[in-house]
């Protein structure tokens, strides 16, 4: 017995065992407890009560009962019975006229629509493009597609995108054939079937070539060589560029070596538009078979540009029109683990006397040259010389030694090699930079080491030079450059570079605030002033890097010169680049 009492709960044993003497104690309980109810309930459902009072429909009697757990009399449990009955009905009345004010709702909506939908059509009728000519209209679209880089096609860019705006639009765009005159492919890196996909590829060059009607088109043609393309596959490609080449004036082909070796036999047919010729190995570690093929231009008396990126060129059994060439790039796009080698470029350049842009990049020669049978070489019409260095050469000296460019305006001198930021010293171009002094306009060094005495005498020379970037390598941070070409009160034909423009320097993070900034002051006050001004902050040792601190200073302190037009750019950077 005393088990199971033990096993009831608490209000069971109080309902049975209260002694007569606390009785009254737990009635007065309970009544408080049914009060502090009573008024919690109040208090969190009042809006509810106060609409249920509101309401002349329940009694008073039925209301209190809401939210308590009392049992309603047999005459309550009759009213409840009626009053929902009623509510029912008129739930009911409530649902039809939502329905009504729905439908209302949505008739509105649809009119609504209708008439935005005039309005629109109205408005569009009064629109300026309509009433603008086509000529006009063709000149915008001409804009919108050159100002797309070049990319294969896609419906969010020009000129597809253009298609998707109106019919109208879309057959002015299929009438203008100078919109499609470029088109890119992009070969996938591998895949299971390359015949589809070369099928794919040429009817989709098909489509929007024809379009272009009867005008000379340009093609850019890729493939990042992961997997090899197929001999059927690429003897189909061969077979659709040669097709066009009486058409092509301007063709890029970055391919492997081996896919090129099959895609030249367009250079045996007549290219009578043929301006711009692009070979680029894309293999990133080339191997030492990775020599591009003979290049035998037989019929292209417009070519004036040649661009040939391989790992090792010989140049000498080229049949090319040299003598036609206006820009030259003899490069090497892939990796600097690979030292290029080539021929002496001195025996190209001779053979291209109207030459206006030269890149080359500088490696191992094939051949030693003899530097008694050196011949000078001079370009009467070049302009911009750019060369990267991949490896230090006495070759390099040879070929600036001899070659000679009296119009240059911009020469550009790129270290490349795997050395630790660069050779020790680099001065083979101070000569002949020194022979284009008066008209050289624009110099850059990148990851050069040249001696403050050597760089010093070669920029006093050149006093009309308007932009200046230098970016020495480790070796070299540690340069006067800085103090050096502050502008004094001295006449200005005595002050180093008096009419730069733009300057872009690196220097070890000791440079000195002071003396950078009075380089500012001194070149944003002479005439022509300082536009635009870049220093990298680079840190070689181990030590505290202060440069955050540096760069903060400084731009505080330049800041007047930036609010009166001076362009700033203060960053940190690494030692080699």
Request: with cysteine; net charge neutral.
């Amino acid at each position: 017995m005393e088990s199971r009492i033990a096993k009831c709960p608490m209000s069971l044993v109080h309902f049975f065992f209260i002694s007569p003497s606390n009785s009254d104690l737990f009635k007065k309980r309970d009544c408080d407890s049914a009060k502090l109810s009573q008024s919690t309930a109040s208090k969190h459902h009042q809006g509810f009560s106060v609409s249920a009072v509101m309401d002349p429909k329940i009694p008073t009697s039925i209301v209190r009962l809401f939210q308590t757990n009392c049992v309603p009399s047999p005459m309550d449990t009759q009213r409840i019975s009626h009053l929902l009955a009623e509510q029912k009905l008129e739930l009911e009345l409530i649902k039809k006229e939502l329905d009504g004010a729905r439908a209302e709702v949505l008739r509105l909506e649809a009119k609504h629509f209708g008439t935005m939908e005039v309005v629109q059509k109205l408005e569009a009728l009064r629109s300026p493009v309509r009433r603008m000519p086509i000529e006009i209209m063709t000149k915008v679209f001409e804009q919108c597609v050159q100002d797309e880089e070049s990319q294969e096609p896609d419906p969010l860019r020009a000129p597809l995108l253009l298609c998707q705006v109106c019919g109208a639009w879309r057959d002015l765009m299929f009438s203008i054939p100078c919109l499609w005159r470029r088109f890119k492919v992009g070969f996938p890196s591998q895949t299971p079937n390359w015949e589809n996909v070369m099928q794919s590829k040429i009817m989709s060059m098909h489509v929007w070539i024809s379009r272009a009607k009867a005008l000379p088109i340009s093609l850019i043609l890729q493939h990042p060589s992961s997997s090899p393309i197929t001999p059927g596959a690429l003897m189909s490609l061969d077979k659709e560029i040669l097709t066009l080449g009486c058409r092509i004036e301007e063709l890029s082909l970055r391919f492997s070596p081996l896919a090129l070796s099959s895609l030249l036999t367009f250079t045996q047919s007549s290219l009578p538009h043929l301006r711009h010729l692009e070979l680029h190995n894309s293999n990133p570690l080339p191997s030492s078979s990775d020599n591009p093929p003979l290049l035998f231009l037989h019929d292209a008396p417009n070519l004036r540009s040649l661009s040939i990126a391989w790992g090792s060129l010989n140049t000498a059994q080229f049949c090319v029109p040299w003598s036609k060439l206006t820009q030259l790039s003899l490069q090497y796009d892939a990796s600097p683990y690979w030292n290029p080698v080539h021929n002496d470029y001195l025996n190209v350049l001779r053979e291209c006397p109207n030459l206006k842009c030269c890149s080359i990049g500088i490696g191992m020669t094939i051949l030693d040259a003899d530097i008694d049978a050196v011949v000078p070489v001079t370009l009467l019409n070049l302009e911009s010389m750019k060369v990267r260095l991949f490896c230090q050469t006495l070759y390099t000296r040879q070929f600036f030694d001899a070659l000679h460019a009296p119009k240059l305006h911009t020469f550009e001198f790129q270290n490349v090699s795997l050395s630790m930021g660069a050779f020790a010293s680099q001065t083979e171009p101070l000569p002949f930079i020194s022979r284009s002094a008066e008209t050289l306009e624009n110099l850059s060094f990148d990851t050069i080491n040249i001696p403050d005495v050597d760089m010093l005498s070669c920029l006093s020379q050149l006093h009309h030079l308007r932009h200046l970037r230098f970016l020495p390598g480790p070796l070299q941070l540690n340069h006067n450059l800085v103090d050096s070409l502050v502008l004094s009160g001295a006449p200005q034909g005595t002050s180093i570079c008096p009419r730069l423009e733009s300057l872009s320097l690196k220097c070890s993070k000791r440079v000195s605030t002071d003396r950078v900034t009075e380089l500012v002051e001194s070149r944003c006050s002479a005439s022509p002033k300082l536009e635009e001004f870049c220093l990298q902050i680079a840190a070689f040792d181990y030590g505290q890097d202060s440069r955050d601190k540096t760069i903060i200073e400084l731009r505080e302190r330049l800041n007047p010169y930036v609010e009166g037009g001076l362009q700033l750019y203060l960053m940190k950077a690494k030692p080699t680049g």
